[in-house]
């Protein structure tokens, strides 16, 4: 493991070829994460993959996790014992794997795209409040912030700042396999594979939502604060 460190922050990079990565072999399945969820009350955020694990959390940085890539377990359980604030976590099918942390910070996996590294760099440097940090594996990418919003393509870019300009905001952004999903201020904005009943749930939402993530016909939505809906059937 190497570390990077700006200003006062520090920002870990995890090496390792991510091909070969191993998988943490724990108790939790995707049944018992239904469960911590609906025991909680309350969830910020998932993960949710087709064979690379999933994972939920809830407050700052109490979270359950099922076969997600071994380097991202220890890094995880590394961030809850500091209480670091664990605020995005994406993990693709390849098990390439990003968390945004401390609304500054972030640790990556070998093998995500090179520019959505720097961008992760250039936003760390100038400090930018970040909200999301999403990728695939066919190298599409988006980071957002406060400040700013960058992604892989200059057209998806602009795409976003000009649904912006109609709808508010721009909160977050899921990078799905063969689908974007943003979420702004005064409702969402898709497009590519969104999964069908995703889409009708967004269309009447139970309430106005802060992050949607989906993996095939698998979803999950949530306001900042933890309320939230999902569909793992």
Not at 14 to 27: H, K, L, P, S, V
Not at 163 to 184: K, Y
Not at 193 to 198: F, G, H, R, S, Y
Request: negative net charge; aromatic residues 14%; hydrophobic residues 40%.
């Amino acid at each position: 493991m190497k570390t990077f460190s700006l200003r006062k922050f520090a920002l870990t990079l995890i090496m390792g070829c991510a091909a070969m990565a191993t998988f943490a072999q724990g108790n939790v399945d995707r049944q018992a994460i239904k469960t911590a969820i609906d025991d909680w009350e309350s969830c910020r955020n998932v993960v949710l993959t087709r064979n690379k694990g999933c994972f939920a959390i809830e407050g700052s940085y109490n979270f359950v996790a099922q076969n997600i890539p071994e380097d991202l377990m220890k890094k995880l359980e590394e961030l809850r014992e500091n209480e670091n604030y664990i605020d995005d976590v994406t993990v693709t099918e390849n098990g390439l794997w990003v968390i945004l942390y401390d609304t500054n910070d972030a640790a990556w996996s070998a093998g995500i795209p090179e520019g959505l590294k720097q961008a992760i760099l250039e936003f760390h440097e100038n400090n930018f409040y970040v909200r999301s940090i999403s990728f695939n594996d066919k190298g599409q990418w988006a980071i957002v912030s406060k400040q700013r919003v960058k992604t892989y393509s200059a057209e998806v870019t602009d795409w976003l700042k000009e649904v912006s300009q109609e709808r508010g905001d721009l909160w977050t952004v899921t990078i799905g396999e063969n689908g974007i999903l943003a979420v702004f201020e005064q409702w969402y904005a898709s497009r590519g594979d969104i999964p069908q009943n995703l889409i009708d749930e967004l269309e009447e939402p139970q309430f106005d939502y802060y992050r949607v993530k989906f993996s095939d016909n698998y979803w999950f939505y949530a306001t900042e604060d933890g309320d939230y809906k999902y569909n793992f059937e």
